[in-house]
């Protein structure tokens, strides 16, 4: 372009000169045409001045291009190129406006711009004179810039131009694209004529080949700084190796052998090496691109490191290279020492454990196993690896498995089980502890357990032993003793008195001391039952003030109750009356042993609310006034057998059981106990808090009463036919009851957890759960096991033989078609209403209730006859046969009943005393139940909770007078009825 300007220019010269000679010659010719000399010669000189003027901006163009050309050509900055262009045609031209437009993405940016008060700083392609160049990719030059209909229609150039007239816009390519616009205006005294528009066209191909470098550059820049970058964080070095010497590394090699980076350029690589491994290194490299290996490296300090390598033959300037990268192995071979170590330590472990352990993937494949020699799994580890449970167990045992290993995945939680195995003809008895070990795996840990298992079954016969061959004796020792220190024998001697106190209350001791070891044997074995219900709080409590008074007495000490603020009277917990009595006694009576005479215990109730109106947790409190708890004895004073001071307890009495078994049954309540020095330093406070009970009260309407105004009974009718059920509601109301009705078994077991149903009546044939799989589970809660219920099911007669009777404590098993009757008697039956028969008497006992007792042990026999004498006539036998024989001659209001007999269970003979159909035997009164009294060793035996029984009884537990208690109150309401 510049080439093209300065042929233009020397060929108009020449025409000038040209024109000039021949003037000159016709002057010659002519010497008498002075005024056509004149004119000619005047023609000349202005045509030497356009000339002159010519060469004049042809020289600044030239300079122009070549400045500028060399300016580029030296930067590589983009802003500083715009800025640069911008300022030189300015000020060499002397145009009055000066800007450069980018492409970004469809919007012309602007980059530099002289001369404008007031610039569009993005214009949009699609928009004004500057827009349609970008578009088009062709120059414009204008005259009168306000004329173009591109400049009408972008009104923000009125504001922008002030008083331009002519403006260039030529557009600035980059590989054929459109890359920006350049634009120059000028004022009225100087437009801009197609000379300015061919210079631009120049400078905007300078412009375009220098942006398009720039762009070049800065792109190798930046990929040079994210290479650099890289290298910096790379954990691996690297080098790239001509002819054995380093000719470029990364950082980080020169980091992992101790040089700095410059030091490391020039050197052989051979130096990177340890000396035995270079042959190594050289062999690898001979191969061509090395395979990833191991070798020793050479640090600048001499120090020799693993290191990982591996190489490739690359084309460095213009030559053959080899890239080698190389990784520290230290720290991984650090690591891997230690793992292995850990490993031998684990595997030393492992064989130590006698234990079976394997794990085992979701569908119950072997992933891997170490034998025990009573694992249940017998073959070699390459035999067991990839079997599966159900190819190496047997199927029960399998089952067992997969569903354990089910739970185990689902819930993430620990599971435990045990089984039974035939291994070598023995019985083995096996614990399995499935853990979680991965994603769809777990990890099995099977350990033999069948000596302790035995050592179980010894102790379970030893307490057995201990809790009926020295309770029974104990009880008739005590209850002899009771009976002569109450009189029956008439009036002993002060000697002998005296020694029959000392025997007394050494029998109530070794009583206390058994029922203690007994009770710690149940509650680490988690057999330790509780018949949780709801009972009145200040009841209770004056209860066990009652009860312990005459304790009290005995060392001179004052019991009291405390009401330290308003308590109401209505107060319930829900709890094991008795366990409860045991935790007040327990205190109580350390607090009275421990009291000085003369002293008093105080009982104290506090209620903790954040609402008054509705308290939530009772705080019950036994303060004594004496020396208190030694500091060093407070840590451990729940711990089984602890006590404070082994001499004062040989002299106060007492096992240290005491307030280990108080503490468990309090937490079993859902409260906790705990102890606190008595304000003023002399004396203890030990103190519980239990949840209090609330009962929704529900006012009863008008037809849910009777002609007395008594709430009717509620009845549960479960029936999946909603005409059986709606039959069994009308039938039910006739005879004076309320009903509910469940369609399924666990519609009927979400009611029972809300209502409060006198009895449920129930169909065996139930969608979903079978009648007689949902009564035993019934019979499992503590909510429902002494539920009344009645079956009234198409098979019920079938299934009551095939179930032998009433083993399910069922009051009566009705077929279908429902007998309105037998139904109505039976319902009757069960919630305790009184049967209308023919026969019936006036309901009134005779002066002297007539009780059976089942006992084989004839010291407890003659006992209790002596115990029960005032209250009722006793016939006791020592045998099942016995009792049977006695019921069938004649009428019983009472059976007490001991559960270990010489033939049997006392067990057996439940299901002949609930009167009706199940009675065996020709009895007087065979409609009518006989209430039953357990009166037994044993305590808390599910089976006997099972069973519909009056009251249970301990033997080392109930005193004399508590056993005629429960007789009289039993027989006055069987009177009642």
Same mark, same amino acid.
């Given at each position: 372009? +510049? ?10 010269a ?24 004149t004119?000619?010669?005047?023609? %000349? ?37 715009f ?28 980059? &530099?711009?002289?001369?404008y ?61 459109v ?24 400078l ?8 398009g ?45 101790g040089?700095?980076?410059p ?15 270079? =042959? ?35 084309h460095?300037?213009?030559r ?36 079976? +352990? ?31 449970l ?27 089980? =045990? &089984? ?16 979680v ?42 209850? *002899? ?98 366990r ?7 205190l ?21 609310? %954040? ?41 106060k009495?007492?096992t240290?059981?005491?307030? %280990?078994? *108080? ?14 020095p ?23 309407k ?11 009974p509620?009845i ?32 009927a077991?979400?009611?029972?957890l ?19 799989s ?42 279908k078609p ?6 109505s ?16 008497? *006036?309901?009134?006992v ?19 006859q002596?115990?029960? &004498? ?11 046969? =016995?009792?049977?024989?006695q ?23 439940l ?30 035996n ?27 109150a ?8």
């Open positions: 372009m +510049m080439l093209k300007i300065f042929n233009e220019g020397f060929t108009k020449k025409q000038l000169i040209e024109e000039g000679l021949i003037a000159a010659k016709a002057i010659l010719q002519n010497l008498s045409g002075a005024e056509r000399v004119q000619i010669l005047q023609q %000349s000189e202005e045509q030497y001045n356009i000339l002159y003027a010519a060469a004049q901006r042809q020289t600044q163009e030239l300079a122009l291009l070549d400045q500028i050309r060399t300016s580029l050509a030296q930067e590589l900055e983009l802003p500083a190129i800025r640069m262009v911008v300022e030189s045609i300015a000020h060499t031209f002397g145009y009055n406006q000066v800007c450069l437009y980018l492409l970004q993405d469809k919007m012309l940016e602007l980059q &530099y711009q002289i001369g008060s007031h610039i569009i700083t993005h214009i949009p392609i699609t928009q004004g004179i500057t827009g349609r160049v970008a578009r088009t990719g062709e120059a414009v030059l204008l005259e009168d810039v306000r004329t173009d209909p591109d400049f009408l229609t972008y009104p923000e150039n009125l504001g922008a131009v002030e008083d331009i007239v002519s403006e260039i816009y030529v557009p600035i390519f980059d590989q054929n694209q890359i920006g616009v350049l634009n120059i205006g000028s004022i009225h005294e100087v437009k801009l004529s197609m000379a300015d528009l061919r210079l631009m066209t120049a905007s191909e300078n412009i375009s080949l220098t942006v470098r720039a762009r070049l550059y800065a792109q190798a820049r930046e990929s040079e700084e994210r290479y650099r970058r890289l290298t910096e964080v790379a954990i691996e070095g690297v080098a790239i190796i001509e002819n054995g010497k380093i000719r470029d590394a990364t950082q980080a090699l020169a980091n992992m052998f040089y700095e980076l030091e490391l350029i020039g050197k052989a690589a051979s130096t990177l090496i340890a000396p035995n491994s270079v =042959e190594q290194v050289i062999k690898s490299i001979f191969v061509g691109d090395e395979e990833l290996y191991e070798s020793k490296g050479l640090k600048k300090d001499g120090a020799v490191f693993p290191v990982e390598v591996c190489g490739k033959l690359i460095y300037r213009g053959l290279a080899r890239v080698s990268a190389f990784r520290d192995l230290t720290e991984r071979k650090r690591k891997e020492a230690e793992l292995s170590q850990s490993e031998a330590r684990l595997r030393a472990l492992l064989s130590a454990i006698p234990d079976a +352990m394997f794990r085992i993937s979701h569908n119950g494949t072997f992933i891997d196993y170490k034998p025990a020699r009573h694992a249940g799994i017998t073959a070699p580890l390459g035999e067991v690896t990839g079997k599966t159900a190819e190496l167990l047997p199927p029960k045992i399998a089952q067992h498995y997969f569903y354990y290993l089910e739970q185990a995945l689902q819930t993430g939680e620990n599971q435990l089980f =045990e &089984y039974q195995t035939l291994l070598d003809g023995n019985q083995c008895d096996l614990e399995v502890r499935l853990v070990s991965g994603e769809g795996e777990v990890l099995a840990i099977v350990r033999d357990i069948t000596e302790r298992k035995e050592v179980e079954r010894l102790k379970n016969e030893f307490i057995s032993t201990v809790s009926h061959e020295l309770r029974t004796p104990l009880t008739s020792i005590r209850g *002899s003793l009771g009976l002569i220190i109450g009189g029956i024998a008439g009036e002993i001697p002060p000697q002998t008195r005296t020694m029959v106190d000392i025997a007394y209350k050494n029998s109530e001791r070794l009583v206390r001391l058994i029922n203690d070891i007994l009770d710690i044997e149940k509650i680490e074995s988690g057999k330790m039952v509780f018949n949780l219900k709801p009972l009145p709080l200040l009841e209770l409590l004056e209860l066990s003030l009652e009860a312990n008074r005459g304790y009290a007495t005995q060392y001179g000490v004052q019991l009291s109750l405390d009401l330290n603020q308003t308590i109401p009277t209505d107060l319930y917990v829900e709890a094991d009356s008795d409860l009595i045991q935790v007040l006694t327990n109580l009576s350390n607090a009275i042993k421990f009291s000085p005479t003369g002293d008093k215990v105080v009982l104290s109730v506090t209620v903790n609310s %954040s609402n008054q109106r509705s308290p939530e947790k009772v705080r019950i409190a036994v303060t004594d006034y004496g020396s208190g708890i030694p500091e060093e004895f407070r840590s451990r004073i729940f711990q089984k057998f602890a006590q404070a001071d082994s001499s004062d307890s040989r002299l009495g007492g240290g059981l005491g307030l %280990s078994i *108080s503490k468990a049954i309090v937490e079993k309540h859902g409260g906790q106990l705990g102890f606190e008595t304000p003023g330093g002399r004396g203890t406070t030990f103190y519980f808090n239990l949840p209090l009970w609330y009962e929704q009260v529900v006012e009863p008008k037809e849910d009463t009777d002609d007395q105004g008594q709430e009717l509620t549960l009718i479960c029936d999946d036919n909603p005409d059986i059920a709606t039959l069994l509601s009308m039938f039910l109301k006739e005879s004076g009851f309320k009903s509910d009705i469940a369609h399924s078994a666990d519609e077991k979400q009611l029972l809300k209502g409060n149903y006198a009895a449920l009546t129930l169909d065996l044939m139930l969608a979903g759960q079978d009648g007689v949902l009564i035993r589970e019934l019979r499992l809660n503590e909510a429902t096991r002494h539920l009344p219920i009645v079956v009234v099911s198409a098979s019920a007669e079938a299934e009551r033989q095939q179930l032998n009777g009433n083993a399910l404590a069922v009051i009566d098993w009705i077929d429902i007998d309105q009757v037998r139904l008697a039976a319902v009757k039956r069960a919630v305790k209403v009184p049967i209308q028969t023919a026969t019936a008497d *006036s309901g009134e005779s002066a002297r209730p007539h009780i059976l007792h089942v006992e084989d042990d004839p010291d407890m026999r003659q006992v209790v002596l115990v029960l &004498y005032p209250l009722a006539e006793v016939s006791s036998v020592a045998s099942l046969a =016995e009792a049977r024989q019921l069938a001659l004649q009428d019983f209001d009472l059976v007490l009943l001991d559960l270990e007999l010489a033939d049997g269970s006392g067990l057996d003979l299901p002949e005393l609930g009167g009706g159909d199940t009675f065996p035997y020709h009895y007087p009164h065979p409609q009518r139940s006989i209430p039953v009294v357990i009166f037994s060793a044993q305590e808390g599910p089976a006997v909770a099972a069973q519909q029984v009056a009251a249970a009884l301990v033997k080392t537990r109930t005193s004399n007078q508590e056993l005629t208690d429960t007789i009289t039993l027989i006055k309401n069987s009177a009642k009825k």
